[in-house]
T-cell receptor, first 112, second 113 residues
Framework: GAGVSQSPSNKVTEKGKDVELRCDPISGHTALYWYRQSLGQGLEFLIYFQGNSAPDKSGLPSDRFSAERTGGSVSTLTIQRTQQEDSAVYLC??????????FGSGTRLTVV | AQSVTQPDIHITVSEGASLELRCNYSYGATPYLFWYVQSPGQGLQLLLKYFSGDTLVQGIKGFEAEFKRSQSSFNLRKPSVHWSDAAEYFCAVGAEAGNMLTFGGGTRLMVKP
């Protein structure tokens, strides 16, 4: 597509439920990134994909967080047993080479 | 490991005044440097980037940034700020090889009428 598409744009979930966040990168972009932005905070790196593999998972905050990417395209970030501290905006970005990221508009997750 | 510092968390300027947002980076080799802007409720938009060559780079919306290797800085400037420039600004550094970007903590710009 023309840009990075993220869905849903907003998600409200109850504590303890699982959620899936989707990212559809720019066609042909081989690298895909997930970041988290808590209220008033900077960008916290979560995970990076090159193709379908994830060479860097160092930012995932706990084993409740996982992500996958299939077909070198769409990625899903899954948060299991959500906690209130998981409330944040989850941003996805894609890139082709070291030319900078193109970001999606994010998914605002609220855990109540 | 690379790192980025944006010393100013908040900046307020009057509309029409000039603007400079500071960014200092730490990286052992030639960095790739970026500025992004984030309007409320939006994702991040790339303003400009520096890879090599002319150390003064021009970006969108009338912004420019200057790379100063001796000071490890990549400050963002605009000669005359518009109310629509109110947003959060992020500086980022990337490695010459690879795609990873490290972001600073951001500077929130407010514009007074």
């Amino acid at each position: 597509g023309a840009g990075v598409s993220q869905s849903p744009s907003n998600k409200v979930t109850e504590k303890g439920k699982d959620v899936e966040l989707r990212c559809d990168p720019i066609s042909g972009h081989t690298a895909l990134y997930w970041y988290r932005q808590s209220l008033g905070q900077g960008l916290e790196f979560l995970i990076y994909f090159q193709g379908n593999s994830a060479p860097d998972k160092s930012g995932l905050p706990s084993d409740r967080f996982s992500a996958e990417r299939t077909g070198g395209s769409v990625s899903t970030l899954t948060i299991q047993r959500t906690q209130q501290e998981d409330s944040a905006v989850y941003l996805c970005a894609s890139s082709l080479g070291p030319s900078g990221y193109t970001f999606g508009s994010g998914t605002r997750l609220t855990v109540v | 490991a690379q790192s980025v510092t944006q010393p100013d968390i908040h900046i307020t300027v009057s509309e029409g005044a000039s603007l400079e947002l500071r960014c200092n980076y730490s990286y052992g080799a030639t960095p790739y440097l970026f500025w992004y802007v984030q309007s409320p409720g939006q994702g991040l938009q790339l303003l400009l980037k520096y890879f090599s060559g002319d150390t003064l780079v021009q970006g969108i919306k009338g912004f420019e940034a200057e790379f100063k290797r001796s000071q490890s800085s990549f400050n963002l400037r605009k000669p005359s700020v518009h109310w629509s420039d109110a947003a959060e600004y992020f500086c980022a550094v990337g490695a010459e090889a690879g795609n990873m970007l490290t972001f600073g903590g951001g500077t929130r710009l407010m514009v007074k009428p």
